[in-house]
């Protein structure tokens, strides 16, 4: 079984930075890609980033150029600097883990930009 646990979610103001982490523990094996997912209220998730073990990394439309995704294969972490932040950001971020044995979710991150 995976376990994904995320951290570095809050409150920030309009303009602000936040940093999201997310450890992956448990019987992982071979995985290809790790992610960000986040769906506000009301609304559909949406992909927000994606990395693969070798690094290669894509975005959301509504992301790119303010977030940055990164990844350590040692310990299977990865996280999601997010600059410049806007209050249409504001949503659960929840970490994925895509694996040849299947996907797996963590429970979310709760981010709300707001002045």
């Known amino acids: 079984q995976v376990h ?3 951290s570095g979610g809050g409150l920030v103001q309009p303009g602000g930075s936040l940093r999201l982490s997310c450890a992956a523990s448990g019987t992982i094996g071979s995985w290809y890609a790790m992610g960000w997912y986040r769906q506000a209220p009301g609304k559909q998730r949406e992909r927000v980033a994606r990395i693969t ?4 990394a894509s975005y959301g439309d509504s992301v790119k150029g303010r977030f940055t995704i990164s990844r350590n294969t ?3 972490t990865v996280w999601l600097q997010m600059v410049s932040l806007k209050p249409e950001d504001t949503a659960v971020y929840y970490c994925t ?9 963590g429970q979310g ?4 930009v707001s002045s």
Do not use: F, K, Y
């Open 4 to 6: 994904l646990v995320e």
């Open 53 to 56: 073990p070798g690094g290669r």
């Open 74 to 76: 040692a310990n299977i």
């Open 97 to 105: 883990l895509d694996r040849m044995a299947g996907g797996s979710w």
């Open 109 to 112: 991150t709760q981010v709300t």
